[in-house]
């Protein structure tokens, strides 16, 4: 297996040449996107589209299949990952294709894979990779979200690479590591397997992670998420202020200073209870946007109320510094 970086014209251009190329997609993130709340002036609620309506609106003639089904999260299927070919034989100009690398990947939303095998065959291998073995015993597998395939790739050996994408012949994702900005810009990713393999017929847990591969892929993650909030914090910065809370006293500060401020976020989040990647970031958004109000007795007393449950506590925190701009969405 090789990784390499690549672009999004080289990736439409690479797809339109291949006879079988497939979309893996993340279906409760892209019905999360798609949900439109109910405007204030509105008399009747949006329609609420599932992710085979959301295809359809693309391109009504696709094949589809849930990737969980007939597995021991088949009552869980249709929040599972959706696998989707997409025929570029026939319509080499594929309005779902440009859509997903247009919109859907920039969301976090999926990968697209090549593979010389039919979509029933693809199906049954990415179901073999719903749970992953490690010395610690079983660990689930979302190999649909692309933030955590770089890391993962990382630690295996070209050989391991090639056996656990099986029968894709190829991989292509964009990695979203926190805002776009003028110091940051995602990055289109290519696996290329050197040595394709027919498709699995076990059931789960046959990858096998080594405890140093684990400890490693935690290490690497660690430090991907430090990265996608300095990228975050940035393009905050860069825009001179967030949602009306401006953040000038932010400008002064190097990507060292900040990322030193991050991590100590990050440590003293997890002493306050808060372990959560969404919740944490809100903390640390809070403490460097607005860093006189966090300060306060208040707040500091919410914070460090260990009876609290962290979104209560995080919630309440929020409230104190009218900070409820602070959102940040689960990807």
């Known amino acids: 297996m090789q990784i390499t970086t690549t672009d999004k014209a080289t990736v439409q251009k690479q797809a339109r040449n291949k006879a079988h190329v497939y979309l893996l997609l993340n279906t409760r993130l892209l019905e999360d996107k798609a949900y439109k709340p109910l405007a204030a002036d509105a008399i009747e609620f949006p329609p609420v589209k599932n992710i085979k309506q959301l295809i359809s609106d693309i391109d009504k003639f696709t094949w589809s299949c849930w990737v969980w089904e007939e597995s021991i999260r088949d009552d869980q299927k249709e929040q599972g990952p959706i696998l989707v070919k997409v025929d570029v ?32 065959q693809l199906q049954q291998h990415l179901r073999s990779l719903m749970i992953l073995a490690n010395s610690g015993g079983a660990t689930s597998f979302s190999i649909h979200r692309p933030q955590q395939l770089t890391t993962i790739f990382a630690v295996l050996e070209q050989s391991r ?3 656990m994408l099986g ?4 991989m292509f994702w964009l990695e979203n590591c926190g805002s776009a900005s003028s110091t940051y810009t995602p990055q289109w990713y290519q696996a290329t397997n050197l040595q394709p393999h027919t498709p699995q017929h076990q059931e789960t847990e046959w990858f096998y992670f080594e405890t140093s591969q684990t400890a490693e ?6 430090i991907w998420y430090q990265q996608s909030l300095l990228h975050t914090i940035q393009a905050d910065i860069e825009q001179g202020d967030y949602k009306g809370q401006t953040l000038n006293h932010l400008k002064q500060y190097s990507a060292t200073d900040l990322e030193l401020m991050i991590k100590n ?25 607005c860093p006189e109000k966090v300060r306060t007795d208040s707040v500091q007393e919410m914070l460090a109320n260990t009876t609290l449950h962290p979104n209560l506590k995080i919630k309440k925190a929020r409230q104190k510094v009218k900070a409820s701009e602070y959102d940040v969405s689960t990807t």
């Open 161 to 163: 690479g090639s056996e």
């Open 217 to 222: 892929m935690n290490r690497l993650a660690e």
């Open 167 to 170: 029968p894709i012949e190829a």
């Open 89 to 120: 034989e026939s319509e080499p100009e594929s309005d779902l294709l440009t859509h997903f690398t247009a919109k859907w990947a920039n969301q976090n939303g999926g990968i697209l894979l090549t593979s010389d095998y039919s979509l029933d």
């Open 265 to 289: 976020g990050i440590d003293h989040s997890r002493k306050i209870g808060i372990k959560d990647q969404t919740l944490m970031q809100q903390y640390i958004q809070m403490t460097l946007y």
